[in-house]
């Protein structure tokens, strides 16, 4: 089967730095995806790894590893509007993202 | 640019009734895909459709169906409802320049919600 595994929940404060976690259990995808999502709305695109390394956009880097089945994502200078949940996903033969149960991310004052 | 759009936003049915749900993909966009998000989990795919065929299915019984039309906008029906539909439907585009989802990145409608009785 496939699986991407996340923490349920993580918790911060503003200004802070928090690191999301994401393992999988997949071959032969394209690469790794981070979704936001609040509070049921849509889901929006925060960033993507292709290939190996860090990936960088603006406050969000996201980071993959897969030789060791394994990405990141990393939000700086956290801020209130950024309490949401977070999803990896990955994108198998171009075509559909398999999600993985999703982070929330509470950021407190 | 118009983003997607999904129609209705909420809805409620009885078990064994039918619903289609209706999405319109953004402009330039080809590829529509559906996903069913249940309280408290991730998006799990349905199918997708490119150029009004279906190119790809999750694991959901053939009672879930769709469409694409012309105009690359798309329908999700599903017959015989069970309590457990009941979830946020949700539908995504994508351009075709992107292989259809291959740089990771969709395009999502705000979804609608269905609740089953």
């Known amino acids: 089967g496939q699986s991407l595994e996340q923490p349920s929940e993580v918790t911060a404060v503003e200004g802070a730095i928090v690191q999301i976690n994401c393992t999988y259990q997949t071959s032969g995808f394209y690469g790794l995806s981070w979704y936001q999502q609040h509070d049921g709305g849509a889901p929006t695109f925060l960033s993507y790894n292709a290939l190996d390394g860090l990936e960088e956009t603006g406050r969000f880097s996201s980071f993959l590893s897969r030789s060791d089945s394994y990405g990141y994502l990393l939000l700086q200078e956290l801020q209130m509007k950024d309490s949401a949940s977070y999803f990896c996903a990955v994108n198998k033969a171009g075509t559909a993202l398999i999600f993985g149960k999703g982070t929330t991310l509470s950021v407190s004052s | ?117």
Not at chain 2, 40 to 55: A, C, D, L, T, V
Not at chain 2, 61 to 77: M, T
Not at chain 2, 87 to 101: D, I, K, N, V
Request: hydrophobic residues 25%; contains cysteine; proline residues 5%.
């Open chain 2, 1 to 117: 640019e118009t983003g997607v759009t999904q129609s209705p936003t909420h809805l409620i049915k009885t078990r064994g009734q039918q619903v289609t749900l209706r999405c319109s993909s953004q402009s330039g966009h080809n590829t529509v895909s559906w996903y069913q998000q249940a309280l408290g989990q991730g998006p799990q795919f349905i199918f997708q459709y490119y150029r009004e065929e279906e190119n790809g299915r999750g694991n959901f019984p053939p009672r879930f169906s769709g469409l694409q039309f012309p105009n690359y906008s798309s329908e999700l029906n599903v017959n015989a409802l069970e309590l457990d539909d009941s979830a946020l439907y949700l539908c995504a585009s994508s351009p075709a320049s992107s292989g259809g989802g291959r740089t990771g990145e969709l395009f999502f409608g705000e979804g609608s919600r269905l609740t089953v009785l």
